[in-house]
C-alpha cells in the first residue's frame, strides 16, 4: 500500500526565514494532495489540496510543489512568522482506492522564534 | 471551525463507558472517526455514508459507532485501555469518493487513569 514519508520530524526557524517540509510517496497512481496544520491542542484545518495535474501551487505565504516524477511533495513557508508555528501533515489518497482512503505523513513540527 | 462540534473535549476515564458525540453541520454525507495518538498522525476508525458503516479499520472491539443521522456520529468506548489515550477526531467530506476534502472537528481528548 501507499507510504508516505515526511520530513524533516522537527524544524526551527527564524521569523522572515523560509521553511520547507517535504514529503515522498510511493504509488504512481496518487492523484490528491493535501496539506493539514495544526496548532497545539487544536483541530487540523486544510491548507491546501492540490491535484495531480498542477505542479505549483500558490497559497497565502506558502507554496506547494509538486514534482510527480519524483513522488514528492512539498510545502515551503515563505517569511515565516511564528503564527506559523505548528504542525504541519501531508496526506496522499489514490486515483482510485474505492473510498476516500487518506494517507498522512508522521508530521513535522514547526516552530518560528522572533 | 464551529461546523464539526465534539463533545466532550476532555475526558478523563478509569474503566469505565462512555460515549463521544460529534455533530456537523455542513451537509455533508460521509462522516469518520479517527484517533491521533501523541505526535503521530491520524488514524482512520470508522467511516460512515449517509449512516452506513463503510469502513471499518482494525479497531478494538471495545469501540463502537454509531450514526444516529447522517449530521451526527458516536463512539462508544466501554473498559478503555491505557494505549486509548489519544484525540479522538471527528471528521466529514461531501462525498465519500477519492480526493473527497476532510474537515476535522475540535477533537475529544481521552485521559485513561
Known amino acids: 500500500g501507499e507510504q508516505v514519508e515526511q520530513r524533516p520530524p522537527h524544524l526551527s526557524v527564524r521569523e522572515g526565514d523560509s521553511a520547507v517540509i517535504t514529503c515522498t510517496y510511493t504509488?504512481?497512481?496518487?492523484?490528491?494532495f493535501f496539506w493539514y496544520k495544526q496548532e497545539p491542542g487544536a483541530s487540523l484545518q486544510l491548507l491546501m489540496k492540490?491535484?495531480?495535474?498542477?505542479e505549483i501551487n500558490e497559497g497565502q505565504g506558502f507554496t506547494v510543489l509538486l514534482n510527480k516524477k519524483d513522488k514528492r511533495l512539498s510545502l515551503n513557508l515563505t517569511a515565516a512568522h511564528p503564527g506559523d508555528s505548528a504542525a504541519y501533515f501531508c496526506?496522499?489518497?489514490?486515483?482510485?482506492?474505492?473510498?476516500?482512503?487518506?494517507?498522512f505523513g508522521k508530521g513535522t513540527v514547526l516552530l518560528v522564534s522572533p | 471551525n464551529t461546523k464539526i462540534t465534539q463533545s466532550p473535549r476532555y475526558l478523563i476515564l478509569g474503566r469505565a463507558n462512555k460515549s463521544l458525540e460529534c455533530e456537523q453541520h455542513?451537509?455533508?454525507?460521509?462522516m469518520y472517526w479517527y484517533k491521533q495518538s501523541a505526535e503521530k498522525p491520524p488514524e482512520l476508525m470508522f467511516l460512515?455514508?449517509?449512516?452506513?458503516?463503510?469502513r471499518n479499520e482494525t479497531v478494538p472491539s471495545r469501540f463502537i459507532p454509531e450514526c444516529p443521522d447522517s449530521s451526527k456520529l458516536l463512539l462508544h468506548i466501554s473498559a478503555v485501555d491505557p494505549e486509548d489515550s489519544a484525540v479522538y477526531f471527528c471528521?466529514?467530506?461531501?462525498?465519500?469518493?477519492?480526493?473527497?476534502?476532510?474537515?476535522f472537528g475540535e477533537g475529544s481528548r481521552l485521559i485513561v487513569v
Open positions: 504509488d504512481p497512481n496518487s492523484y490528491y
Open positions: 455542513l451537509g455533508h454525507n460521509a
Open positions: 492540490v491535484f495531480s495535474s498542477t
Open positions: 471528521a466529514s467530506s461531501p462525498g465519500t469518493g477519492t480526493g473527497n476534502t476532510l474537515y
Open positions: 460512515y455514508n449517509l449512516k452506513q458503516l463503510i
Open positions: 496526506a496522499v489518497t489514490p486515483y482510485d482506492s474505492g473510498y476516500n482512503k487518506l494517507t
